[in-house]
Nanobody, 124 residues
């Protein structure tokens, strides 16, 4: 059974930075392309970023491009989301997800395994 455990969320001010981490257990980490999604209150869960199995390729939503960086450490079975220049509108629960097909994609349906989420709150 695959388990994804996120950490690193918190309350910050606009302009600050946060680094989220997601550790994967139960299957070889390199089987998966990894993604980050977020869900704000009253809104649909939306794509944030994705990274390929080896880490060479990444994909970002337009709303975070240039501010967020997705990376992974395959030796530590962990994927990261470095979030800089945070905005109030980045406030959401952030979820990591694993895609066993291995290709990077922004489609929620391509991700079979999900973490429990970590809250990020950005105040003005």
């Amino acid at each position: 059974q695959v388990q994804l455990v996120e950490s690193g969320g918190g309350l910050v001010q606009a302009g600050d930075s946060l680094r989220l981490a997601c550790a994967v257990f139960g299957r070889p980490f390199t089987w998966f392309a990894m993604g980050w999604f977020r869900q704000a209150p009253g809104k649909e869960r939306e794509f944030v970023s994705a990274i390929s199995r080896g880490g060479a390729n990444t994909l970002y939503a337009d709303s975070v491009k240039g501010r967020f960086t997705c990376s992974r450490d395959n030796a530590k079975n962990t994927v990261f989301l470095q979030m800089n220049s945070l905005k109030v509108e980045d406030t959401a629960v952030y979820y990591c997800a694993a895609n066993p097909a291995g290709r990077i994609t922004s489609s929620r349906g391509d991700y079979n395994h999900w973490g429990q989420g970590t809250q990020v709150t950005v105040s003005s």
